[in-house]
């Protein structure tokens, strides 16, 4: 009974948009708890351990239940200055987001061969991802720019093994089949990743990976390297004994 009240009042907690009548809801399943306890009181004579949720009351007769009652009171006033202090933090991380989205949207979608490159390889191997997914992308292209066991430039690194059907480096580019733009908005969002990345945004996604695969396929080189991260769709690793970059 006690915790169908407090799961009834918790569930009113998350349905409510307005903060600042948490501390009724939880009143309200305190409250209940309370007169919970006093029902089993007046059945049994004594109270079950078990019968309060977060709290261990011991099994003995209560005649005064006016303490419970003020320390319902103190948990009701800590839970509602947490609640207003998340509430500050969760503003606090909005605002930061919505102006790093503007800076984003402000970016020009932009660039040399190189830009175009990266653009490409966005767009054809992760424009399902969301903008994490693309950066983690990014950064193996750059990754391996880095690398002197790769090419020194991204359409080097990108178009490695393009003449050799299902035997380059990014399955776009020897799949046989030819690739069309179709979609311009997505292509443009690519192309402020690949702005982005080119200008310098620090690598901080991937571990230094220089190789990924969709989580739906096991290549068998997989087991050769040290994974170092999973972001939406894709499984990323790094060369257990990576040299030193350029």
């Known amino acids: 009974m006690i915790a169908h009240a407090v799961a009834a009042a918790?569930?009113?907690?998350?349905?409510?948009?307005?903060?600042?009548?948490?501390?009724?809801?939880?009143?309200?399943?305190?409250?209940?708890?309370?007169?919970?306890?006093?029902?089993?009181?007046?059945?049994?004579?004594?109270?079950?351990?078990h019968a309060v949720a977060g709290r261990a009351t011991p099994r003995l007769s209560i005649?005064?239940?006016?303490?419970?009652?003020?320390?319902?009171?103190?948990?009701?006033?800590?839970?509602?200055?947490?609640?207003?202090?998340?509430?500050?933090?969760?503003?606090?991380?909005?605002?930061?987001?919505?102006?790093?989205?503007?800076?984003?949207?402000?970016?020009?979608?932009?660039?040399?061969?190189?830009?175009?490159?990266?653009?490409?390889?966005?767009?054809?191997?992760?424009r399902g991802e969301g903008l994490t997914g693309q950066i983690a992308v990014a950064e193996v292209i750059l990754n391996r720019v880095d690398s002197p066991r790769f090419p020194n430039t991204v359409c080097e690194v990108v178009n490695q093994g393009a003449d050799r059907l299902h035997a380059c480096q990014f399955s776009y580019n020897c799949d046989g089949r030819p690739e069309a733009i179709t979609n311009r908005r997505a292509f443009e969002r690519a192309g402020r990743v690949a702005r982005r990345m080119l200008d310098g945004r620090p690598r901080a996604l991937t571990g230094r990976a220089t190789h990924y695969h969709a989580s739906s396929v096991s290549p068998r080189w997989a087991s050769k390297l040290e994974r170092t991260a999973v972001i939406g769709e894709h499984v990323f690793y790094r060369e257990p004994d990576q040299v030193a970059t350029r």
């Open 10 to 49: 918790a569930a009113l907690l998350v349905a409510s948009s307005a903060l600042a009548d948490a501390g009724l809801y939880a009143r309200a399943a305190l409250a209940s708890e309370r007169a919970a306890l006093q029902a089993a009181f007046e059945r049994q004579g004594e109270v079950d351990v």
């Open 63 to 126: 005649v005064d239940l006016t303490p419970l009652a003020r320390e319902d009171d103190e948990a009701a006033d800590a839970l509602r200055r947490g609640l207003e202090r998340a509430d500050r933090t969760v503003s606090g991380a909005m605002s930061v987001g919505a102006r790093a989205r503007a800076e984003f949207e402000a970016v020009k979608p932009e660039g040399d061969e190189q830009w175009r490159c990266l653009t490409e390889a966005l767009y054809f191997e992760a």
